[in-house]
């Protein structure tokens, strides 16, 4: 029988993201709009489009031999799954994402402890009810299908504790940032008993591989050059690279080609001081993937 992997691909605000890295990683995916099981040009992979709320359960359940979702909804299900890589989306982006307490700007809720015997509206149920007992707070966690933040404007509840990046929405809102329950990032998990099949594993660590190497080159651009010797050292101190730049003799005598990788907002600085120093057949070029 042909050996297979099951792998869960998120539906929902995940999926565009998922899906752009995939291709990026060399995969091809295709999927009609009301279709759950997507296409890859991979006849090893068996893929199927679930929500990331759902994803580490199955994972976790042996339905699914690998997924991908949030870190979040891995604690929030408690999950019993092999954590294979991290796979931050917004590489570029300083903030992490998190959830939060959030009440109304005027709420008398100042602290944690004022929560205590209130009512709060979340996505995140478990982890806020666990997060709650841990530090002796009893209050009413209820389950928000959606429009969070209106619920606390409307007094349906006291406070909410939702999914942020920035603050930006909530603060639109006028709400006010009480703490912070967790912090969360995209992961590739795997079943357990999966992770023990020499075959499985050996195929999600490819994928993990070609993932990370997709988001290693997020924001990362090639450069060659061609420098006469006598300018090489004076290029050199201006070039970064990931570890050196690659030199290499052309058949022109006394003439480098410079080959080095970089972080693309480095070089609309970069290439007028490179043609200063003597510089030649510049060329900047995309990466799809970069491994360490």
């Not at 997924?67 to 799954?81: F, H, Q």
């Not at 478990?126 to 299908?145: H, M, N, P, Q, T």
């Not at 290499?248 to 001081?273: C, G, M, Y």
Request: overall charge negative.
């Amino acid at each position: 029988m042909k050996k297979m992997l099951k792998l869960g691909l998120p539906k929902g605000s995940l999926q565009e993201s998922t899906f752009r890295l995939f291709e990026k990683a060399g995969f091809r995916i295709s999927v009609s709009s009301r279709s759950y099981f997507p296409h890859i040009d991979d006849p090893e992979i068996d893929p199927v489009l679930l929500r990331a709320q759902e994803m580490a359960r199955y994972v976790q359940e042996g339905i699914l031999d690998c997924g991908i979702t949030g870190y979040d909804w891995i604690l929030e299900n408690e999950a019993d799954v092999v954590e294979i890589c991290d796979l931050e989306y917004a590489k570029q982006s300083k903030t992490k994402v998190r959830w939060v307490i959030a009440v109304d700007n005027d709420s008398e809720i100042q602290k944690v402890d004022d929560l205590q015997g209130k009512r709060i509206a979340t996505e995140l149920v478990g982890v806020v009810k666990r997060y709650l007992a841990e530090r002796g707070i009893s209050a009413d966690v209820e389950f928000s299908w959606g429009a969070t933040e209106v619920k606390v404007k409307t007094g349906l509840v006291d406070a909410i504790v939702d999914l942020t990046e920035t603050g930006r929405s909530l603060r639109a809102n006028n709400l006010r940032i009480v703490e912070t329950v967790c912090y969360s990032t995209t992961k590739f998990i795997a079943n357990k008993q999966a992770w023990q099949d020499p075959w499985k594993k050996d195929k999600m660590e490819q994928i993990a591989l070609l993932l990370k190497g997709a988001l290693e080159s997020e924001g990362k651009v090639g450069l060659k050059l061609n420098i006469h010797k006598d300018n090489l050292d004076k290029v050199l101190e201006v070039l970064p690279a990931l570890n050196e730049p690659t030199i290499s003799h052309l058949s022109k005598q006394d003439w480098f080609a410079v080959e080095t990788v970089l972080e693309e907002n480095q070089v609309k600085r970069l290439i007028p001081e490179l043609k200063k120093r003597g510089a030649e057949g510049i060329i900047e070029y995309g990466l799809n993937k970069v491994i360490r």
